[in-house]
């Protein structure tokens, strides 16, 4: 549906959605009920996952390559932006991740 109050954002209202919004309730939920069913488990899974993907990213020379690239590229902007010449590496602009310098 568009915008019928004019407050810039786009409503989509059907019956099913208001069905939704009625059954959960607000009060039901609390910071830590969501840090123990969602947080905690994102952070553990995500914990196990970095370790594997920073050992495979390290070992893999096109990722590498593909990675150098952008942080030319960034490095050439931030100087464009700051004024500064653009082949000059600044602190801002180095995107490299440490495990590669």
Request: hydrophobic share 25%; aromatic share 4%.
């Amino acid at each position: 549906m568009d915008d019928e109050d004019g407050d810039g954002k786009d409503i989509a209202m059907n019956s099913d959605s208001e069905e939704e919004s009625t059954r959960l309730d607000s009060s039901n939920l609390s910071p830590t009920i969501c840090k123990e069913g969602i947080g905690n488990p994102l952070e553990e899974l995500l914990n196990n996952v970095a370790s594997g993907w920073k050992y495979h990213v390290s070992n893999t020379d096109p990722v590498k390559q593909d990675w150098l690239k952008l942080d030319n590229a960034t490095t050439i902007i931030c100087g464009h932006m700051s004024g500064k010449d653009a082949s000059s590496k600044t602190k801002d602009c180095g995107h490299l991740p440490s495990f590669w310098k």
